[in-house]
């Protein structure tokens, strides 16, 4: 049987980075992508606001024929990954258990940083997630040590496509400061909109860290349930709560290719408006 629609969604221009390894790794596949741009960051909202706004983007992308959904978003993960789970109809993949896996195998000292949304980090999900794969994986919990770091400046430069930007650097220092200090060897990219900040953070970081980009595993997971077979398939899709036009030029600028034909669309009313 032919896979069928995967539908992926983010708070905005950061799921981008899973949506391209899916295109990269699994070129026939259909996929629906949603930007709650209207809404970004999800970090600076509260718990029940988010578990809101993800529950509408959830059911609107199943009542849209998804046959899987990723949640390519930290913070949706971390908040409201049990609340979809919990009514959908069809898998679901969160991209912490993901992330938190590989982080864990691939530690040499056990000290795990993570820069996440201020509400990821302090939602102590990866530190139970971190727990959770070592133990189910037979490794020591003991010694294991993962330290979130909040960085609310990042999203916004990353939607301004702001990636290489003095800002940038500067922001990055900061948060990645503290976790130098502290010995760590694996740095979890806690939001999908960290990896296109990656050229900055390897220079600031260097050779010895090994950076875990979530969507590399979030594939892996996407074949495991089946969609590893995938013919040429039709163009991806794009929709977002916010402005099409903008969300084009953003997404086009990041990904250096052009994104054209989004449109937006309100989950409750599953209205549209081209770009």
Known sequence: MRPGLIGLFDSGVGGLTVADRVLCDLPGAPFLYYGDTAHVPYGDRSVEEVRRLVSAIAEHLV???AEVLVMACNTSSALALDLVRAWSPVPVIGIIEAASRAAVQATRNGVIGVIANPLTARSGAYELACARAASESGLPTEGLRVLPVGCPRL???VEAGQVRSPEAREALMEYLAPLQAEGMDTLV???????FLVPLISEILGPRVQIIDPAVYVVAELVALGWSDCPAGVAPCYQVSGDPAE??????ALLGRPISGTVRVDP??????GS
């Not at 409750?268 to 408006?273: D, P, Q």
């Open 63 to 65: 009542a849209s024929g």
């Open 155 to 157: 999203v916004p430069l």
């Open 189 to 195: 990219l806690g939001c999908t909109h960290y990896p």
């Open 247 to 252: 969300f084009d030029r953003t997404a086009s």
């Open 268 to 273: 409750g009313a599953r209205t549209c408006v």
